[in-house]
């Protein structure tokens, strides 16, 4: 089993920046892609961003240019840095981890992004 701890989230303006972080322990692999899902009000859990261990990463089309994923392998953490926050990115956003060919088999709790004025 994996335990992801995420850390980071908050209140922000419109036009504001939020960094995420989460922690991986247990029976986690270097190996393992990291990456972020959020789910708002009402909707199903989506993909945000994602970063293999070699580094290569994925966005949704609503973040790219404004969010960016990285992680520090040496301290199994994955970051999503989050820029030109809009009121849309609210919802709670949970840190996910896997193998390549099951990459969203862990889940953190989830921490809470809101964005509004």
């Known amino acids: 089993q994996v335990h992801l701890v995420e850390s980071g989230g908050g209140l922000v303006q419109p036009g504001g920046s939020l960094r995420l972080s989460c922690s991986a322990s247990?029976?986690?692999?270097?190996?393992?892609?990291m990456g972020w899902y959020r789910q708002a009000p009402g909707e199903q859990r989506a993909l945000v961003a994602s970063?293999?261990?070699?580094?290569?990463?994925r966005y949704t089309d609503s973040v790219k240019g404004r969010f960016t994923i990285s992680r520090r392998n040496a301290e199994n953490t994955v970051y999503l840095q989050m820029n030109s926050l809009k009121p849309e990115d609210t919802a709670v956003y949970y840190c996910?981890?896997?193998?390549?060919?099951?990459?969203?088999?862990?889940w953190g709790q989830g921490t809470q992004v809101t964005v509004s004025s």
């Open positions: 996910v981890t896997g193998p390549p060919i099951a990459p969203d088999r862990f």
């Open positions: 247990g029976a986690f692999y270097g190996i393992y892609v």
């Open positions: 970063i293999s261990s070699g580094g290569s990463t």
